[in-house]
């Protein structure tokens, strides 16, 4: 059988070790291709295909649900469940997400981008299916990173207090060496810890002593360690844990073996109460240069497949804004021992291997953890640091009652970093950065502030440091800045509230705040030219506003546009919008940004062009409502 034949997961069934085999290559084969023409995740997904193939073929995926942790790992599944014929199109405009998404696929049971949800998720389906009388299977597969995630725990200790609620909760560990602890020797030894023979002299042997003349009740403690040291017979001290916890564990059983795979699963889901079954992988398997280098190859824009490198840009990009960030910062911190970044666990993402490469001292990870971030961080502050947490916008959400609870009703000066604002592109609606502005804004005490470019990102870097009321946020987009000349040392911090005005007109105001700035100036040059004069405004801070530079403008002008790269409800718009009703102003006002929807996995120029955010559809937008008696214009340009 072709891995192009397969088009429902039950079509594994009943196939030999020989066949399953044949369709791991053709997963590699295919993975590989597809990841190396359009970019994507590419480790993650070949550690995980025996562990797909063994599992599925012990399934009912008819009735049995799967739930990936994050789903980047997931390509895998996606190949044998119908998408093959489109998978060319992955992380593409109306192609195959990247991510896992229910409305995509009815064998996506769950969908998800963020990390360490899949066992609250998994447990729920079960715990739902308990309740309605059913009794499909119920998975769960995570990996070793996602498992540092609070969340992770929490279900972990949940399930293991329910022990009639069959659950498999499959651990992905890519960490661990296959050498020596899978083998022979522990596969014998924990076949026979799980064997009915001893569970039921582990389960019965208090019972038994209890009717022996002259011992009654008396030697309970003394049998219960007897009890729980025949239970942890075995097993390893990783699999201790969840013993202790609760689950029963099997393994650690070799990733890349199919029987050795399908022989465990079956088993597991023999079990009565949650199972944790331990599978040590290859991140990255079958590809010897991302077996190698784990971190680089865990996810990758279009590359050589032969090399392994990525393809270089038609002509050389400005630097990113993440890398001005690291470097700015790393400057500023060799002069501050007190200056401490912290990441949750992309260091690579947001620039910050370079400081711990640099300055490891004053570099902290904490995993898939952005509470324990940001109430880190809180706490670092109380005793004088200055931590600069660098998360993704979108990540940051996780932390959002940390934010509230432990920094800003405190008003400790904590630095937040958020970058990935705005529209992200392939990675669809779980990246997209699109709330910070709304979700932070509310909240007492807090300052926001984005750049218009990266050298303005390199002031607001000092100034955030050097602000010690409170707490303090910089949003900054993905990708590239746009060349402007950067400074080496010597930035100047900005007046906290402070906008400035880049360009005058006296028909309307543009205010652009960070990433939409350029595209504002853009727009008031298209406006220019067909009679309309702009006055346009980098606003700089989202909060506190700088009412007394704007709210006189707009009472004069008469109209005002904003321009903002996130969500409208309770966005910069808003922000504005709020001001102006505050003073009695009724101006006419156009928000422009991205308004109640979720936006797809596309090229963030597609998803702007859809948006209508692109200069000259802002262009028109804007003439069409302030001066509809223009005549009729081409905005193709």
């Not at 400005?318 to 890398?323: A, D, E, L, V």
């Not at 303090?472 to 040392?489: F, K, T």
Request: charged letters at 20%; proline letters at 6%; aromatic letters at 6%.
């Amino acid at each position: 059988m072709h891995l192009s034949e397969i088009t429902h997961p039950n079509q594994l069934h009943g196939l030999s070790i020989h066949q399953l085999e044949q369709i791991a290559r053709q997963i590699r084969e295919k993975h590989l291709e597809t990841v190396a023409t359009s970019g994507g995740h590419l480790g993650p997904g070949l550690g995980v295909v025996e562990l797909t193939l063994a599992l599925y073929q012990t399934l009912d995926l008819d009735r049995d649900k799967v739930v990936w942790d994050v789903g980047h790992q997931a390509y895998p599944h996606k190949l044998i469940t119908g998408r093959y014929d489109q998978f060319h199109t992955l992380r593409q405009k109306d192609g195959v997400a990247g991510y896992l998404k229910r409305s995509e696929n009815r064998f996506d049971h769950f969908g998800a981008g963020h990390a360490s949800t899949s066992i609250s998720a998994a447990l729920g389906m079960a715990l739902a299916r308990d309740q309605q009388g059913e009794d499909y299977k119920v998975a769960a597969i995570i990996g070793d990173g996602a498992l540092t995630g609070g969340m992770a725990l929490e279900a972990i200790n949940h399930a293991g207090h329910l022990p009639d609620t069959n659950l498999v909760v499959v651990l992905n560990d890519n960490e661990m060496s296959i050498s020596p602890n899978v083998g022979a020797i522990p596969r014998y030894l924990n076949k026979m810890r799980l064997s009915p023979p001893v569970q039921f002299l582990s389960e019965n042997l208090e019972e038994q002593f209890k009717h022996l003349p002259f011992v009654g009740e008396s030697l309970t403690p003394e049998l219960n360690r007897v009890k729980e040291g025949m239970k942890r017979l075995a097993v390893p001290k990783v699999g201790a844990v969840f013993e202790e916890l609760g689950f029963t564990y099997m393994g650690p059983v070799d990733g890349h073996n199919l029987a050795e795979l399908i022989a465990t699963f079956k088993e597991a889901h023999k079990h009565v109460g949650p199972v944790l079954v331990h599978v040590a992988t290859t991140k990255g398997k079958g590809y010897a240069l991302a077996e190698k280098d784990q971190v680089s190859y865990h996810a990758q824009s279009a590359f050589n497949l032969a090399t392994g490198k990525s393809k270089p840009p038609s002509k050389p990009k400005p630097p990113s804004y993440s890398k001005v960030f690291v470097e700015t910062l790393i400057t500023l911190a060799e002069n501050d021992p007190k200056i401490v970044g912290i990441t949750a666990a992309m260091a690579t993402g947001t620039g910050l291997d370079k400081l711990q490469a640099k300055l490891p001292k004053q570099y902290i990870d904490v995993g898939i953890a952005e509470q324990h971030a940001v109430t880190l961080a809180a706490g670092l502050a109380c005793e004088g640091m200055r931590p600069v947490a660098a998360i993704y916008s979108t990540f940051l959400q996780r932390g959002f009652d940390q934010i509230i609870h432990d920094v800003c009703i405190q008003k400790l000066p904590v630095f937040f970093c958020l970058d990935r604002a705005g529209i992200v592109g392939a990675d669809g609606p779980t990246h997209q950065g699109l709330y910070d502005i709304a979700y932070l804004r509310l909240i007492p005490n807090m300052v926001l502030m984005a750049p218009k470019d990266e050298a303005e990102l390199q002031r607001m870097l000092v100034t955030g440091i050097n602000y010690t009321d409170g707490p303090i946020a910089m949003r900054y987009p993905r990708g590239s800045g746009y060349g402007v000349p950067l400074m080496e040392e010597g930035w100047e911090p900005l007046p906290i509230g402070q906008a400035e005005i880049l360009r005058q007109g006296d028909d309307l105001l543009l205010l652009g705040y960070g990433s939409m700035v350029h595209p504002a100036m853009q727009t008031a040059e298209i406006l220019s030219e067909h009679g309309v004069q702009a006055t346009v405004v980098n606003a700089r801070f989202a909060k506190p506003l700088d009412q007394s530079l704007i709210l006189p403008l707009a009472e004069r002008l008469g109209k005002v546009v904003t321009l903002e790269e996130g969500c409208l409800p309770g966005g910069f718009g808003s922000a504005v919008a709020e001001a102006l009703l505050d003073a009695d102003m009724t101006v006419p006002l156009l928000r422009l940004g991205v308004p109640d929807t979720l936006v797809d996995h596309a090229k963030p120029d597609e998803s702007k062009a859809t948006l209508g955010l692109t200069p000259p559809q802002m262009a028109e937008r804007i003439l069409a409502r302030f001066h509809a008696d223009q005549p009729a214009v081409s905005f193709s340009k």
